[in-house]
């Protein structure tokens, strides 16, 4: 198991996420607006979908408000996570929630009784894992995918020098420090600073450059492979059978 799949597994971490972080990440629903967009685009009868890395089925949530009949498959490590996305979900009924580590190659024959798959969406999950295993997991959804499928990724990926990086930083502590104002909390922004630099995933997350990956992507045979969005550190990436 990798070291941050540990991490997420406490309710501390996962609470601490979606009571703040997922509601501070800037232009999150512009993000899943593109995610939507391209699913649209694709022209697909979307009958099934895989969320991976789900958290409490964000991701997925929206791809069922537009497609409301279709299966979901969602899958993450966490307990509290996955009772979070029961939780959201629980208006649809063809459902199945999966307890599992993706790190583990064996995590597939989880969730193949569900594919082929039409829609495969991951949302700030995979970064925590090593490049080689990025890639073969990239393998793993194309394999899952059926023909004209989506694969789309809403992730955090690395900034190409220290300075870019500084700005996204910047960017996502006032995000934060914004949304903390909203909610009436008293805290200072220093605070807010030393909160995202100390976070306690922060030694696990492993970004890679979303040039990179899209290249993976095209090589693993994926059509339409683009960067669809960015803003520094977030992109919204993926590509079709
Ligand atoms: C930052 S949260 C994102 C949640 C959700 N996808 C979203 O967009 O808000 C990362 C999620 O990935 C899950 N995760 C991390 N490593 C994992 C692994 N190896 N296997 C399965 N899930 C994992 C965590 O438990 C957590 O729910």
Redo the contacts with the bound molecule.
């Keep these: ?2 070291e ?2 540990g991490l ?2 406490t309710r501390e971490i ?1 609470d601490k ?1 979606l009571s703040g ?2 509601g501070a990440i800037p232009l999150a629903a512009e993000q899943i607006e593109v995610m939507l967009r391209l699913v649209r685009a694709a022209g697909i009868k979307v009958n099934s979908i895989l ?9 997925a949530a929206a791809v069922l408000e537009n497609y409301p009949g279709s299966r979901a498959v969602l ?4 307990e509290p ?1 996955i009772g979070a996305a029961r939780e959201r979900l629980s208006i649809y009924n063809n459902m199945d929630y999966i307890v ?4 583990d190659k064996d ?1 597939v024959s989880r969730v193949e009784h569900g594919a082929p798959f039409d829609v495969i969406v ?4 995979i970064h ?2 090593p490049d080689a295993r990025k890639y073969e997991l990239y393998e793993e959804f194309f394999n899952l995918l059926d023909a004209g499928g989506l694969f789309i990724n ?1 992730e955090q990926v690395s900034s190409p020098t220290r300075w870019i990086g500084s700005i996204f930083d910047d960017l996502f502590i006032d995000s934060l420090y914004r949304m903390y104002l909203k909610r009436g909390d008293k805290i200072a922004r220093e605070q807010v600073a030393d909160e995202w630099f100390n976070r306690p995933d922060i030694e696990a997350n492993i970004p890679a450059p979303v040039e990179k990956q899209c290249e993976w992507l095209r090589r693993i045979g994926y059509q339409d492979v683009d960067c669809y969005f960015k803003l520094f550190e977030l992109a919204v990436f993926g590509g079709r059978k």
Excluded: K, P
Excluded at 51 to 59: K, N, R, Y
């Design positions: 198991m990798t941050s799949a997420w597994e996962a996420y972080v997922r969320d991976v890395g789900c958290g409490d089925g964000v991701l899958l993450d490590i966490s996570m599992c580590d993706y790190g995590w991951s949302g700030f999950s925590h894992q809403i």
